[in-house]
Every structure is written in structure tokens, then in C-alpha cells.
């Protein structure tokens, strides 16, 4: 394990220390950057990026909505990836590529489109929303706070802009006493948490908020659609009402940084007895269940990190 931090930055593996922006960067002034969250899992094959393949085509789609033109190939970029776990001898860890407008200028309109900083930041994170929580479930709320509205800013795309907008709302849902909140989209339907895609299970059925419903379309969501399906379970895309939440059987979580989380309480209303039901640990059970091959990894989503 090496002692400082190695970063991928403009295209080297740096020390965290050498790697600076500019104060003027474009992206400090209005959010102007693009990223993604990657795990990689120590699994039966060894250290394994997931999906990683995915992750970046968000990546470059993210970025080809605010016109930020990447300085580096797809396959460099996921190329740098896998050198940056290597560097710091991760078995697992969590990525954070992103490409951002650097110093362009001051005005909204950058100066030159061209100037774009690009890094990959490695981090070791358990789980995200506390300890224990993947068995035991977590207390949210419906937050008062809605999504940002269709044709407003995409929430399709992964934008560090966005985030304003989770931030408001896990924030509230702390000073709530919740671990998170969930958000409505402006039509008054269940949207997604701040960091994380909902899923709502009702006499066996599980339902999800379609990617249209001002929704991040999450990979660990779609990772979970594909694991029901293949368990069997009838999963629909479709909008959700809040007292859907309050009527539901179970909730779960998704999400990189969460994986798959039960969610046992909504505004203080106990989901199903309140403890972690069949379906969402049958869900769960596949998605571990790749990280150790007892799900066979019929998708390619496990990509090897490699040897130096
Ligand atoms: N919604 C939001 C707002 C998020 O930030 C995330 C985390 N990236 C998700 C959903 C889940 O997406 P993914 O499964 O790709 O991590």
C-alpha cells in the first residue's frame, strides 16, 4: 500500500499534494464539472472494477451534454482507471473520475470550450450509509425539497451542478433525524434519493420510477433490474406516488457508493414489519453474490484491474 495518495490528473499518476486547480476554475463558479462513482470489489477472480465500462459511457455522455470535450479517450480513461488501483494496491476501493472546466475565464460562456482538467481520485469507502445498515435498513423522508424539474437541468446526466440539489436534500433529512431523503419530481411522483435510485415492492411485484421521472439512470439500478428479472421477479418501470412508499411491502435502495440498501422506514411509517423482506434480500444475495461467484457473471459487468 503506497503512503500517499496517487491520483490520476491530466493524464500521470500524481501525488495527491501535486495535483492543483486554479481559484478561476469554471467549475468552482457554476458546477461545471462531470463525474462518476466506480467500486471496485475484491472478488473471487481478484480485484475487479464493476461496470466500470458503463460508468464511463455516462461519463462521456454527461460530459457531451454541457459540451465538454474530453481530453483523453474512453479506453485511456479506463486505462487510467485500473492504473490508479493498482498504484495505491487497492483489492477495493471506489473511483471518482471527473472532468471539469478549469480556468476559462470568468463569464458563464467559457472563454475557450477547450480548457478541461481531468481526474481520477481514489478513495477506500465501506458502506456509505452507516454501519450495519445493509441488514438492518434505514429511517428517510420524503424531503421537501423536489428534483430539479424536466428541462431544467438534466438529471440524467452526472454533473457536479446537480448536486446542490442532493445536497439540500440529504441535509434536511439529517436535521430530520433521517439518514436520507427521498425527493419528488415537480409533477409530485417519487423521483430518487440524493445519491441513490428507489425501488418499491408491492405483493411481489417491484416497481421503479422510470429513467424519465427526473431520475439519475443508476448502473447499480439497472444491475438490480436485471438480477430480478433473472430471479424471477415481475419488475415494472413506472411512477410511483408517495403514499406508494408508505404502503409498500418493502423499499430498497440503489446505488454505487449504498449497493443495495433496505429502507425501513419512511417518514417515521414502518415498511412491512420493519425488517429487511425476502425480495430485497434475495436481490441483495445476487448482487454480493457476483463479488464472490455465487452469481454467474453472465453480463461482463466484472472487469479485472490487472497487474503492473
Ligand atoms: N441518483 C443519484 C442522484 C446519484 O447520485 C446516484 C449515484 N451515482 C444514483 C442515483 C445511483 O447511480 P449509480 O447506481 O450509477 O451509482
Redesign the pocket.
Known amino acids: 500500500m503506497s503512503d500517499t495518495l496517487k491520483v490520476w490528473f491530466n493524464g500521470a499518476l500524481r501525488d495527491l499534494e501535486e495535483c492543483n486547480v486554479s481559484i478561476r476554475s469554471h467549475a468552482l463558479h457554476y458546477g461545471s464539472s462531470v463525474f462518476e ?1 466506480v467500486r471496485v470489489y475484491r472478488t473471487h477472480r481478484g480485484p475487479c472494477a464493476f461496470r466500470l465500462n458503463d ?1 464511463l459511457k ?1 461519463f462521456f455522455w454527461s460530459a457531451s451534454i454541457y459540451r465538454i470535450p474530453m481530453k483523453y479517450s474512453f479506453e485511456a480513461i479506463h486505462e487510467a482507471c485500473m492504473a490508479t488501483v493498482r498504484a495505491n494496491g487497492y483489492e477495493s476501493a471506489y473511483l471518482r473520475p471527473v472532468a471539469f472546466r478549469g480556468d476559462c475565464g470568468l463569464g458563464v460562456m467559457p472563454g475557450d470550450m477547450n480548457v478541461v482538467e481531468t481526474a481520477i481520485i481514489p478513495a477506500e469507502w465501506g458502506t456509505y450509509l452507516g454501519e450495519g445498515v445493509l441488514e438492518r435498513g434505514v429511517e428517510v423522508c420524503v424531503s421537501s425539497w423536489q428534483r430539479v424539474a424536466p428541462n431544467t437541468i438534466p438529471a440524467g446526466a ?1 454533473a457536479g451542478g ?1 448536486y446542490l440539489s ?1 445536497f439540500l436534500i440529504v441535509t434536511e433529512a439529517k436535521d430530520r433525524g433521517f439518514t436520507e431523503g427521498i425527493a419528488l419530481g415537480a409533477d409530485g411522483l417519487v423521483s ?6 428507489v425501488f418499491v415492492i408491492n405483493d411481489g411485484r417491484i416497481l421503479t420510477p422510470p429513467v424519465s421521472a427526473s ?2 439512470g ?4 439497472d444491475t438490480a433490474i436485471k438480477l430480478a428479472r433473472k430471479l424471477g421477479y415481475e419488475l415494472v418501470e413506472q411512477s410511483i406516488s408517495r403514499e406508494q412508499l408508505y404502503a409498500a411491502d418493502e423499499i430498497f435502495f ?4 449504498v449497493e443495495i440498501t433496505p429502507v425501513r422506514k419512511v417518514d417515521h411509517l414502518l415498511i412491512g414489519d420493519g425488517t429487511r423482506g425476502p425480495v430485497t434480500t434475495a436481490v441483495q444475495d445476487a448482487f454480493f453474490g457476483l463479488f464472490d461467484g455465487r452469481t454467474e457473471d453472465e453480463w461482463g459487468w466484472l472487469e479485472p484491474v490487472g497487474s503492473n
Open positions: 462513482g460508468h455516462r452526472k446537480n442532493s430518487e434519493g440524493s445519491g441513490e435510485n431520475i439519475l443508476g448502473i447499480t439500478r440503489t446505488g454505487t457508493a
